[in-house]
């Protein structure tokens, strides 16, 4: 025997079908049944003559059809404004999507929300140490239409751990998948989504001769420092009444601290006054000069941070300070100035040496043939090392591009014995000479500064042309 079923997506479909097509049928149904049969039997009491029919049930029959075809009439015109209302042949409820794309997010960057469905496609990474870019697909639903007064919101935070999150609002448009970039706005000061106007042009990877990234996780003659943290917040040089905010602005100098920790510090700093600031920049510390770390950091790839500070830098004379330095009779004081002179760009050197020599000329500490010697290798660009701070998910990184003649046997192998046993691999030394042999530049990346400018420095011994990159 068999047994008659029916698929729940088969009775939504029926349910749909009488939904749309339900008013038309019934008025169709009550017109060729009810009005027919009204009119039949009125009809056969007209012609009936044994007994003839009276005029009262004439009259009766003659109401029911009266009655029932204005009826049927009425229907039919209820039915025709339920179509124009609803539309013919919708089977379905009505169902309006908006949807598009955040495009390249950093590896660190969460979103979330309450409104949005998402969906992230991850770039493909060119290195298995590269960050993990990736773009994030949202798409919204809802049963009435949407209109340029419509707004969502949606969570946004820069800590990996997805605490204090901000709340983004976007705005709908009309346009087809829009593509957004959510991004620091500097007028504003505030993070904002902003539609992303793409404009034809090469990828960096497309230009450069090679596409390979390496991490540098142990350069020649350069050790980690044991327990950085621990000799940064028991630094003598720089005490906070406020033991938080010590640990909170410490983040700054810390190169494994995340880039929402960073931009808190930066938050707490700018609450101080500009002579408290200008304090802190003074205050000697272990590993560089403070001054030096805010400059890298205004040239960091995250653009809220790099915003605020240039912000913090604007309130005080840093010229003046690293300047002051250089005339200091503190040896350590003048050797980090001086190592400062050649991790800024040449232009703000070429300032610092002229205020200090203005300085120096009214009341001299140093002699001024060391000056006019230090004058001439910034003008010459001598040693210069500028570092664009990159942010990722494990902390900053910083890169360099290293480019080399393959085809000198020299050059290679000196690379080979410097980056065999400072760089990730897992092939023999023959096997990695020949891939430097094979290839005519690699990015390079490490976690520390100290790190990266060593390698540098030594990859430039060996014959090759470096040059320091965001990332």
């Not at 420092?225 to 700054?252: A, P, W």
């Not at 920790?261 to 600031?277: F, P, Q, V």
């Not at 002699?367 to 010459?380: G, T, Y």
């Not at 210069?384 to 003649?405: H, K, M, N, Q």
Request: glycine content about 4%.
């Amino acid at each position: 025997m068999n047994q008659f079923t029916v698929s729940f997506p088969e009775l939504r479909n029926i349910a749909s079908d009488a939904f749309s097509y339900g008013p038309f049928l019934f008025a169709l149904l009550f017109n060729l049944f009810i009005t027919n049969w009204a009119y039949s039997i009125y009809r056969k009491a007209c012609m009936r003559t044994d007994p003839p029919a009276t005029e009262t049930e004439k009259n009766t029959y003659r109401s029911y059809f009266w009655l029932s075809g204005w009826f049927g009439i009425l229907l039919v015109v209820v039915s025709i404004g339920w179509w124009f209302f609803r539309g013919p042949g919708d089977k379905k409820p009505s169902t309006h999507v908006f949807q598009g794309v955040f495009k390249n997010l950093q590896d660190y960057e969460r979103l979330t929300s309450t409104e949005f469905y998402l969906r992230q496609e991850l770039i493909p990474k060119l290195h298995p140490e590269a960050r993990q870019l990736r773009h994030q697909h949202f798409l919204i639903i809802k049963d009435k239409p949407f209109n340029d007064q419509n707004t969502f919101s949606l969570y946004y935070s820069k800590d990996p751990r997805g605490t204090d999150p901000e709340i983004l609002e976007l705005k709908y448009t009309p346009d087809p998948e829009p593509k957004y970039a959510i991004t620091w706005d500097e007028t504003l000061e505030r993070t904002a989504i902003k539609p992303l106007y793409e404009v034809k042009a090469k990828s960096r990877f497309t230009e450069d001769p090679f596409t390979d990234v390496a991490y540098a996780f142990n350069p020649i003659g350069w050790k980690p420092v044991m327990n950085r943290e621990l000799t940064l917040l028991n630094s003598t040089f720089f005490t906070l009444t406020n033991s938080d905010s010590k640990v909170t602005i410490l983040q700054l100098e810390n190169p494994s601290s995340h880039v929402a920790e960073k931009i808190t510090a930066l938050d707490e700093l700018k609450k101080w006054n500009d002579e408290e600031i200008e304090a802190y920049f003074e205050a000697l510390i272990p590993t560089e000069s403070r001054v030096l770390v805010m400059l890298d950091l205004t040239r960091h790839t995250d653009r809220e941070l790099a915003s605020k500070a240039k912000q913090i830098i604007s309130r005080v004379d840093i010229n003046r300070i690293v300047a002051m330095d250089l005339l200091s009779t503190d040896q350590t004081r003048r050797q980090v100035a001086k190592e400062t002179l050649f991790r800024v760009e040449q232009k703000r050197a070429e300032e610092i040496l002229e205020k200090a020599l203005e300085v120096n000329r009214t009341h001299t500490t140093r002699p001024e043939a060391e000056l006019n010697d230090l004058a001439q290798k910034v003008q010459a660009g001598m040693k210069t090392r500028i570092i664009f701070p990159t942010g990722s998910v494990e902390g900053d990184r910083y890169y360099i591009r290293a480019l080399w003649d393959s085809g000198r046997e020299d050059v290679v192998v000196c690379l080979a014995k410097l980056f065999y046993p400072a760089l990730q691999h897992t092939e023999s030394l023959d096997k990695y000479t020949q891939k430097i042999a094979s290839s005519q530049g690699w990015y390079i990346f490490a976690k520390e500064k100290f790190q990266i400018i060593r390698l540098a420095e030594s990859a430039e011994t060996c014959g090759a042309s470096v040059t320091f990159v965001p990332f």
